[in-house]
């Protein structure tokens, strides 16, 4: 196509645009510097809300120096934009050639990395199943957020609770309140002084004018690290025949849930962890840790587990490094307890779990984009070295 | 003649620099009272060679002996002077004073002080230097102080406490450590307050702790029997189990009994042994060794007695050793020490780059040239090779891959740069590369000792759970080290090409310049390479141990960062953005941030990566940013000018 032609063209100029050594260049700068800020920013916010705010944003506002204000995009959109600039640059525009494969090669792994990061990202779980020595799990749990179950008190193991996502009640102020009802529900329950982070303290000496029982919900300052925090939340059930209304609070930290009894039937509504569950069930029948010699410094974590599916049993070991994979589910070897326990004392072991469609992504990418970086710089090496064997002196 | 002035002034400060950093930079107000007894060469090397099991792995005394003196001292030689004469003491004669002649020990210059504001802040007069060594006399009337203050200052988090809180807390660790070296033989050489006599009629003499040990159901029922008459009262035997007991609390500095059976993985120390043995009779085995060991102070004073028993000593501690397959690297670890490899290799770097420094002084066609830069490649080759040795001897020493902690990334980085930049050299001939080459081991060599003194800990440590993984360590852990040296060698050319062009050396030559360009556009396309390959695999690695491919933890981070920024200067050259100048100028903030990804993330205290926090670092970090960033400054006004230049007259 003549030069003046694509200039005319704006479908064309706009491709030359996103296909450009400068996009790229500038995507890269940004991210560099998005990354450099968002390591710094770790020290005083933690890594959780740092990746929330940098790395899966499309935008957001750095604070320089604490005073100057910088829009800035996030690395997610601008992850997009590389894929975007990939594709167009270095897989459409770019010059094929089988004597030159390199560059196709190793871009054509960047995208498929990027691709396992999108796809990790929208698509894996990942939580934590704790088991003591002897018994059995098929569940895990997130590490963070949050959901309000409903459940009957006596209801048959298996039977479905009510859950209520944190998507529905995450966003609410402190001041606000909310009200959800359902059919198979006798009552309405209205949430309000929702906290991302809370305590349960006695009303005696506070300042507190809501409370329950002598007890009110004190709201305490974000912790970094998004583990530590502990939402609470007031409750108001008000049942649906009598127009009654009870009222609660639900703190997961409590021994036991709120119950409250409508027409007869004890119900009990708590704020947890989302679970998942796996196909398999894990029995963990012995957790050992090994010290090294002198010192409390670990040197060993390895759990011996039974993997129990229908019929069948599989006696596996766990162990850091040596993770058991299995149906699209990854067990790892994540810690331990408790920290202090003399021989003898029954330990726990915990399980990272992951369920990630992307798993093996970044080692195909891995071994894509070295290939062909390797084609590529030993090819230009080749050139190098004759060129040079043309021009040096003798020594 | 000007350039040779130049050349010899640069390299008399290079030499000056560098025995500033090794000499003693403290003073020790005091003379000796008393002169050291010497320890026979025959006695030292026994010595020297017996296993200790210490920080979870088993290692020569030796090894021990210099990280202690290390820690306590700041130095791995102790100085001394009496009557004019100086006399030096390595660390094994040091340690033997301490455990066998604690009342010369205590009035050695052991622990340096590197502020006088806390020996003023215990109470004590401070020496005329800011920085000095105190002896453990001298510290002695205000140890209960010291003490008082570090618990305190111990109850502040380590990232709130200020310098002088940090110091004190150092200064009582290292007292605590020496008085664990004073008092472990306490229990062979103080006698108990019962006499032989008062348990065996026909035994006579004082009665020790070994001895009492095989009698103790004796001195249990003399003791019951003395409660009953009266109850409460103190009495010689009452003493005397007291006195057992505190030695199980202080013979414990040094765990040098192996145990007999071999499912027991942790070495004894007598203090262990001793309350082994008040919930029953120690094994014959164990109470031989015991015995050997207890032994040793008894016969200090007669010469050839001592090596005797010490050679009993040695013996039956090594037959067991050996028979636990505990053994076999302890000869080669204290042959590697003594091989001094990376000292040898850093003299012989110096000298290769003054010969090349020589070489400029004459053209590159002259016969004198070739024949120094014939000397300078082998004089680079030759600490290389002493170099790799060295790294090769701990892999086998450790049976671990060359990096697994932050003191051998010093090494192997050091390593790689040399060996890139030999080859390098090998490619163009320029007798660039080759410069920077033995300047690039200076600098290894220099920062791991620098690093290595800072630290005062042994440098084959144990690891962690999570780093026990040899192929992991062999893959991603060299890989991403490789990345950091390409990116650091980049920089070093670039620095040539800003400071050449600064001063318009070279100026009729653009062909070297021009080689300049191409060498750090290979360095970085290889540091693309390493540094991306080292970064994904680090991440399956994370995958397979925390599973999660990527957390954007700071270690994480700023390998990515490296990986972006080679990216970037290429894809900025590709585009045209950048040319010479740039591509220069952008090599040299690769360096800094290598620089920021192997040691700035370490200083923010957050992340995994737990196993390489350092501190103290960031002043130096600091500095080398700041004259990184001036040279940056440098490129760019250079390239101003450059650009003012009529384009007839380039």
Not at chain 1, 153 to 157: E, K, L, Q, T
Not at chain 1, 204 to 208: A, I, N, Q, V, Y
């Given at each position: 196509m003549p030069e003046a032609e694509r200039q005319s063209n704006p479908f064309l100029r706009i491709f030359a645009f996103l296909a450009s050594y400068g996009v790229a260049a500038v995507i890269l700068t940004l991210l560099l510097i998005l990354t450099f800020l968002g390591t710094l920013e770790q020290v005083d916010h933690g890594l959780f809300a740092v990746q929330e705010r940098y790395?899966?944003?499309?935008f957001l506002v750095h604070i320089f120096f604490g005073i100057l204000p910088v829009p800035l995009p996030g690395a997610y959109l601008l992850m997009v934009l590389l894929f975007i600039n990939l594709v167009c640059g270095?897989?459409?525009r770019s010059p094929k050639s089988w004597r030159r494969p390199g560059m196709l090669i190793a871009h054509s792994g960047i995208l498929l990395l990027l691709l396992g990061a999108f796809v990790t990202y929208r698509y894996s779980i990942g939580g934590n199943m704790r088991l003591y020595e002897g018994e059995a799990s098929s569940e895990f749990e997130s590490y963070t957020g949050w959901v309000l179950e409903i459940v009957m008190?006596?209801?048959?193991?298996g039977a479905d609770a009510l859950i209520i996502p944190e998507s529905d009640f995450a966003d609410m102020a402190p001041g606000d309140t909310r009200t959800f009802h359902s059919d198979r529900l006798p009552f309405e329950l209205a949430i309000s002084g929702y906290g991302k982070n809370t305590r349960v303290e006695p009303m005696?000496?506070?300042?507190?004018m809501i409370g329950v029982d002598g007890f009110y919900l004190m709201t305490l300052p974000r912790d970094p690290e998004e583990e530590q925090n502990v939402a609470g939340a007031y409750v108001t059930v008000l049942e649906k025949e009598s127009g009654k209304r009870h009222e609660g609070i639900l703190w997961p930290l409590e021994s036991h849930p709120y119950t409250v009894e409508v027409d007869g039937v004890d119900w009990a509504i708590l704020l947890r962890r989302p679970r998942w569950t796996v196909p398999f069930t894990i029995v963990l029948d012995k957790f050992t840790m090994e010290t090294h010699p002198g010192t409390n410094m670990a040197k060993v974590f390895l759990s011996d587990v039974t993997k129990l599916e229908g019929k069948s049993q599989e006696q596996i070991k766990i162990e850091m490094n040596e993770p058991l994979r299995y149906k699209g589910y990854t067990f790892f070897q994540a810690s331990w307890g408790p920290q202090e326990a003399r021989p003898g004392v029954r330990l726990f072991s915990v399980f990272a779990v992951v369920r990630n469609p992307a798993d093996k992504w970044p080692l195909y990418a891995c071994i894509v984009i070295t290939g062909g970086l390797l084609i590529h710089f030993s090819q230009k090496l080749l050139l190098y070295l004759r060129r040079e064997h043309r021009r040096r002196p003798a020594l | 003649m000007k350039r040779l002035q130049t050349i010899f002034v640069f390299a008399s400060a290079l030499l000056v620099a560098l025995q500033v950093s090794a000499a003693d930079s403290y003073t020790a107000d005091n003379a000796l009272p008393a002169a050291p007894q010497p320890w026979p060469d025959d006695v030292v090397d026994l010595w020297k060679t017996i296993p200790i099991q210490d920080g979870g792995r088993l290692k020569p005394l030796d090894t021990f002996a210099a990280f202690k003196m290390l820690k306590l001292?700041?130095?791995r030689t102790m100085r001394l002077t009496h009557a004019e004469a100086t006399i030096k003491l390595s660390p094994i004669e040091w340690l033997l004073d301490c455990l066998f002649r604690a009342d010369t020990a205590v009035t050695y210059p052991t622990f340096t002080v590197d502020n006088s504001s806390v020996i003023v802040a215990i109470g004590l007069a401070p020496h005329k230097k800011k920085r000095s060594r105190y002896s453990y006399t001298e510290l002695q009337p205000s140890i209960e102080r010291l003490f008082e203050l570090a618990g305190q200052y111990n109850e502040i988090g380590a990232q709130q406490r200020n310098g002088l809180q940090t110091m004190t807390i150092n200064l009582a660790s290292n007292v605590n450590d020496f008085e664990f070296l004073l008092h472990y033989f306490d229990f062979a050489r103080i006698p108990l307050a019962l006499s032989a006599t008062d348990l065996t009629p026909n035994a006579d003499g004082p009665l020790m702790t070994t001895a009492a040990l095989q009698m103790l159901p004796a001195l249990r029922q003399i003791y019951l029997e003395g409660q009953s008459r009266e109850p409460g009262s103190t009495s010689p035997v009452v003493e005397s189990l007291s006195q057992i007991l505190h030695y199980a609390d202080t013979s414990i500095g040094l765990a040098l009994l192996p145990p007999p059976d071999t499912d027991l993985l942790e070495w004894q120390t007598p203090g262990q042994l001793i309350r082994q043995a008040f919930q029953g009779p120690l094994p014959a085995s164990e109470f031989q060794l015991l015995q050997a060991l207890a032994d040793l102070p008894k016969t200090v004073e007669t010469p050839d007695r001592f090596k005797e028993q010490l050679q009993k000593f040695h013996g039956l501690v090594t037959e067991r050793a050996e028979a636990r397959s505990e053994y076999s690297k302890i000869r080669l670890e204290v042959a590697f020490y003594k091989g001094k490899y990376f000292y040898y290799s850093l003299c012989l770097y110096v000298l290769s780059f003054l010969s090349i420094a020589l070489s400029w002084l004459s053209s590159a066609d002259s016969r004198s040239s070739r024949i120094l830069t014939r000397a300078a490649i082998v004089l680079v080759a030759l600490p290389l090779i002493l170099h790799i040795t060295g790294i090769v001897l701990r892999c086998i020493i450790r049976s671990r891959p060359p990096v697994s902690t932050l003191y051998e990334t010093i090494l192997f980085i050091g390593a790689i740069a040399v060996f890139a930049a030999l080859l390098m050299e090998y490619m163009n001939r320029q007798r660039i590369a080759l410069a920077l080459a033995s300047l690039l081991g200076i600098g290894g060599m220099f920062l791991a000792n620098k690093y290595e003194i800072k630290e005062a800990v042994d440098t084959m440590p144990s690891l962690v759970a999570v780093l026990d993984t040899n192929f992991w360590l062999a893959t991603h852990v060299t890989t991403v080290t490789i990345g950091y040296a390409a990116g650091l060698l980049a920089a070093a050319i670039a620095h040539v090409y800003v400071l050449a062009k600064l001063f318009g050396l070279k100026r009729q030559k653009p062909e070297f310049f021009q080689s300049l360009t191409r060498m750090v556009y290979g360095v970085v396309c290889f540091g693309l390479l390493f540094s991306f390959t080292g970064t994904v695999l680090g991440g399956i690695w994370a995958n397979d141990s925390w599973g999660r491919f990527w957390g954007w933890d700071p270690k994480e981070n700023g390998a990515l960062m490296i990986v972006l920024w080679n990216l970037i200067i290429l894809h900025a050259r590709m585009g045209g953005y950048i040319r010479e100048y740039g591509l220069h100028t952008f090599a040299v903030f690769g360096g800094m941030i290598v620089a920021f990804s192997w040691w700035g993330v370490n200083l923010l205290g957050v992340g995994l990566h737990s196993y390489g926090f350092t501190s103290g670092v960031f002043q130096a970090l600091v500095i080398f940013w700041c004259i990184e960033g001036g040279i940056i400054l440098l490129g760019f006004f250079a390239w101003l000018r450059s650009q003012s230049v009529p384009i007839e007259s380039e």
């Open positions: 790395f899966n944003s499309l270095a897989i459409i008190v006596d209801a048959p193991a005696l000496g506070s300042h507190s | 001292h700041g130095k």
